[in-house]
């Protein structure tokens, strides 16, 4: 229980910290999305959205729990499934990687050379396919190459594409706004992981259910991945990376699966760090106006979306940055598919439009 403790103290500070930035007042529920601007925290506060969030099938004895978590002052309730799974998820993976590497077992050079290399395919399926691809449309692609976008994502072990693409969506039409599923003005800890142990509040819901989603519902190769979600993630992510480590070059059953989860935690961490590191720390040359900066740590790791003040003020550029190959591996892996004729109609912002903006918007240095 402890880690379980500590994941809630760590919620409690960030909302709190969302409290400093409190300043503004609305009447009703109906005015707050409106007016859901970085200065309305407090009207939204004023308003009891905790049991409009709570699931109607929640359990009785889960009542006691839930009144200690409305005297705490969370925003909605927390989903104690997801605190428990990824905090033993986190726990379990650093204990056992550090113990293979005391007791001497570590996995071979094979093996780390096999798991980097699926990180990056994995990675590919993140930012080119469900990035870039499905949810901004900022190019188009044939079906063999939808196919690969979607193997790929299921590797990364993350949400079905559906859920992911509606999210981040509603991310961009309301950036750091009470209405955005990772808002970054909740801290650090809320815009990484935090977001995903709490149930999302009803203005992103309600967001959600606005957006016109008929691209993606309408696509067969996410209808075919929807169906069969589970499978492609428990198979493609967890269990054949594993076996074939050790069919292969005969890796033990414990480096295998180790290896597999360092890979895993690692992915959804450089995911992760798009939301958090690259809206709170870095410079914004494009847009002084929002969170999103520029950050080549996160482009390293996220394989070049960390240009993310670039990426909030051009979304629809291909690219995701001003500049197509620096720490931007993601943009060579789509011109690649591009002079295959895989990927075509690719968007991009041109340099007189840049300039422009960064003339009446950008930071001058």
């Known amino acids: 229980m402890a880690p379980v403790v500590t994941v809630t103290k760590v919620l409690k500070k960030q909302k709190l910290l969302y409290d400093k930035h409190s300043i503004k007042e609305h009447d009703t529920k109906d005015t707050l999305l409106e007016n859901c601007d970085s200065k309305s925290v407090a009207a939204h506060r004023a308003v009891d959205y905790y049991d409009e969030a709570l699931p109607k099938n929640d359990p009785k004895f889960l009542a006691p729990v839930r009144r200690w978590e409305k005297r705490m002052g969370f925003l909605t309730p927390l989903r104690w499934i997801n605190i428990i799974v990824i905090s033993l998820f986190h726990i379990i993976t650093v204990a056992s990687t550090a113990y293979i590497f005391i007791m001497g077992e570590g996995p071979k050079w094979q093996t780390n050379l096999f798991e980097l290399t699926l990180g990056g395919v994995s990675g590919f399926g993140v930012t080119a396919g469900a990035h870039r691809y499905w949810t901004h449309r900022a190019f188009k692609a044939t079906t063999p190459l939808r196919i690969i976008f979607m193997l790929c994502f299921s590797l990364s072990g993350q949400n ?3 859920n992911w693409v509606r999210d981040h969506r509603v991310h961009h039409k309301r950036s750091e706004t009470i209405a955005d599923p990772h808002d970054a003005r909740r801290g650090f800890f809320f815009a990484h992981v935090g977001w995903l142990l709490m149930k999302k509040h009803p203005l992103v819901v309600k967001e959600g259910n606005q957006l016109d ?24 992510c967890l269990i054949l990376p594993s076996i074939t480590k050790v069919l292969l070059w005969n890796e033990t059953w414990k480096a295998a699966i180790v290896s597999t989860l360092v890979r895993y935690l690692s992915s959804v961490n450089f995911t992760w760090s798009v939301n ?11 847009d002084k106006h929002i969170m999103p900066v520029e950050s080549w740590k996160v482009s390293f790791f996220a394989m070049g979306e960390g240009w993310h003040n670039y990426h909030h003020t051009f979304p629809w550029d291909y690219k995701a940055a001003e500049l197509s190959y620096f720490l931007n591996v993601t943009t060579m892996y789509i011109d690649l598919f591009a002079a295959l004729g895989w990927a075509y109609d690719l968007k991009k912002a ?7 903006i960064v003339k009446k918007r950008g930071y001058k240095s």
């Open 350 to 356: 041109s340099p007189s439009l840049i300039e422009a």
């Open 213 to 236: 989603m008929s691209d993606i519902i309408n696509d067969p190769v996410v209808k075919f991945h929807t169906k069969y979600f589970n499978f492609f993630k428990i198979t493609l």
């Open 276 to 286: 958090s590191f690259a809206h709170l720390w870095g410079n914004r040359p494009y």
């Open 160 to 162: 079905n594409i559906f």
